[in-house]
Nanobody
Framework: QVQLVESGGGSVQTGESLRLSCAAS????????MGWYRQGLGKQREMVAT???????DYAPNARGRFTVSMNGAGDTVFLQMNSLKLEDTGVYYC?????WGQGTQVTVSS
């Protein structure tokens, strides 16, 4: 079974940037649809960005214009570039494809 491993999380201040990565154990992202999700403390998991295998993207309203989702040429890693981070961006970020979730990476934004 394919495994997804997120990385790149950390603690930053408002206005700073982070780049998250989601590495798959094989090249699967070009053949399907993937998503980045966020779960804040005590909150439901919510979609942040999605990417299809042919490069079509979609973003949650509060991410559009600040976040960019992309894929590497091999199709085994996807990225989430997050700029102008806000306090409300704090949470655990997960990548998802098919029925598979990664373990998540923590992003903490402080003022």
């Amino acid at each position: 079974q394919v495994q997804l491993v997120e990385s790149g999380g950390g603690s930053v201040q408002t206005g700073e940037s982070l780049r998250l990565s989601c590495a798959a154990s094989r090249s699967i992202f070009r053949s399907g649809h993937m998503g980045w999700y966020r779960q804040g403390l005590g909150k439901q998991r919510e979609m942040v960005a999605t990417l299809t295998g042919d490069g079509v993207t979609d973003y949650a309203p509060n991410a559009r214009g600040r976040f960019t989702v992309s894929m590497n040429g091999a199709g085994d890693t996807v990225f989430l570039q997050m700029n102008s981070l806000k306090l409300e961006d704090t949470g655990v970020y997960y990548c998802y494809t098919g029925t598979i979730w990664g373990q998540g990476t923590q992003v903490t934004v402080s003022s």
